[in-house]
T-cell receptor, first 115, second 112 residues
Framework: ETGVTQSPTHLIKTRGQQVTLRCSSQSGHNTVSWYQQALGQGPQFIFQYYREEENGRGNFPPRFSGLQFPNYSSELNVNALELDDSALYLC??????????????FGPGTRLTVL | KQEVTQIPAALSVPEGENLVLNCSFTDSAIYNLQWFRQDPGKGLTSLLLIQSSQREQTSGRLNASLDKSSGRSTLYIAASQPGDSATYLCAVPNSGNTPLVFGKGTRLSVIA
């Protein structure tokens, strides 16, 4: 149990729709990162927020956007959904800036299916 | 650009066997390396984190080693059990204070 929760667990959308995924980090964790994991692949970094500011972005288009709130919750928004957006979306939190020394704690993920 | 490769992609062993999973990375200037376990359709559970100054880390039946100069890490699982069946992923920060670059994982099946 990592203390990181995500909602919803599963979601089905159609092409062109918009979706919002939510994550609740551990209290005191200032960094949240979002990853996309396609079937049979490792997770791919989407972006990271540190103290409510975007602090790094992977190779994803602008229709992927996010927000981080003062209460350690965050959102991933995806506009104009495409079939290839079907994946498991994972959020991960850490106390400081992710990567250098901190373990990242992952949530259980949201399975998004785009039809 | 950091790239992480895991070999083998899949492995099936009888219960009780000792086994080794391999991970290699292209940029040896890493701060740490982390091994995760992922059950089907689930999130990631951190198993071991090795700092760049360390050679190995142990947790129960798991032992992870790190050779930065050669860009390699191994995860050793002793006396495997059916409950060890899962996908094992290794990951390193891309550089400095950045999130993780993952391998594609090794899917392990331990047969009773």
């Amino acid at each position: 149990e990592t203390g990181v929760t995500q909602s919803p667990t599963h979601l089905i959308k159609t092409r062109g729709q918009q979706v919002t995924l939510r994550c609740s980090s551990q209290s005191g964790h200032n960094t949240v990162s979002w990853y996309q994991q396609a079937l049979g692949q490792g997770p791919q970094f989407i972006f990271q927020y540190y103290r409510e500011e975007e602090n790094g972005r992977g190779n994803f288009p602008p229709r992927f956007s996010g927000l981080q709130f003062p209460n350690y919750s965050s959102e991933l928004n995806v506009n104009a959904l495409e079939l290839d957006d079907s994946a498991l979306y994972l959020c991960a939190s850490s106390p400081g800036l992710a990567g250098a020394a901190d373990t990242q704690y992952f949530g259980p993920g949201t399975r998004l299916t785009v039809l | 650009k950091q790239e992480v490769t895991q070999i083998p992609a899949a492995l099936s062993v009888p219960e009780g066997e000792n086994l080794v999973l391999n991970c290699s990375f292209t940029d040896s200037a890493i701060y740490n390396l982390q091994w995760f376990r992922q059950d089907p359709g689930k999130g990631l559970t951190s198993l071991l984190l090795i700092q760049s100054s360390q050679r190995e880390q142990t947790s129960g039946r798991l032992n992870a080693s790190l050779d930065k100069s050669s860009g390699r890490s191994t995860l050793y699982i002793a006396a495997s059990q059916p409950g060890d069946s899962a996908t094992y992923l290794c990951a390193v920060p891309n550089s400095g204070n950045t999130p993780l670059v993952f391998g594609k994982g090794t899917r392990l099946s331990v047969i009773a």
